[in-house]
């Protein structure tokens, strides 16, 4: 976290593990992404994912998701395969339909705004008051709102 702007800013590290702000949290729950299917393309060149929290930089062969409300965000190249599967007849890492695959996130549901600086150094997202910080166990954060956490994962501690 930081004090550098006027709402308080959290920071990818881009190193596997979790975040001790996080995971130090008294709020912190533990989650677990619940299996669901959504389109992917892989970019071939630098682009821009508007999000519904902001504006991501997205790098040749990153994955561009769109979600099962219409949301869109972006998934490294390198980190797409841990979390997706393709659903028959896509081919692994075509454009096509995905699964999600259920992995463990922490999470903590945020009482102000925030921001959150992605691994890329530049992408920020911003938070209000009831999204969730989430903390996806691999250096990357995350924002997510409370409707698309409630459809998306499953509170499991």
């Excluded at 881009?14 to 702000?21: E, K």
């Excluded at 995971?23 to 999000?51: G, H, M, Y």
């Excluded at 921001?115 to 995350?142: F, I, K, N, Q, T």
């Amino acid at each position: 976290m930081s004090s550098e702007s006027s709402v308080p800013l959290y920071r990818s590290s881009g190193q596997p593990g979790y975040s001790s702000l996080i995971s130090n949290d008294p709020r912190r729950v533990w989650a677990r992404k619940l299996v669901r299917e959504i389109e992917a393309r892989f970019t071939p060149v630098p682009c821009t994912v508007q999000s519904r929290e902001g504006v991501v930089h997205a790098r040749p062969g990153d994955a561009i998701l769109t979600g099962v409300s219409g949301e869109h965000w972006r998934v490294s190249r390198e980190r797409f395969a841990e979390k997706y599967r393709p659903v028959p007849p896509t081919i692994a890492g075509e454009s096509g339909r995905y699964a999600s695959l259920p992995y463990r996130i922490m999470a903590v549901p945020m009482t102000e705004a925030f921001e959150v600086l992605l691994a890329d150094g530049v992408s920020r997202l911003r938070g209000s008051a009831g999204d969730w910080l989430v903390d996806y166990g691999d250096g990357s954060l995350g924002v997510v709102s409370p409707p698309i956490f409630a459809t998306t994962y499953e509170i499991i501690g």
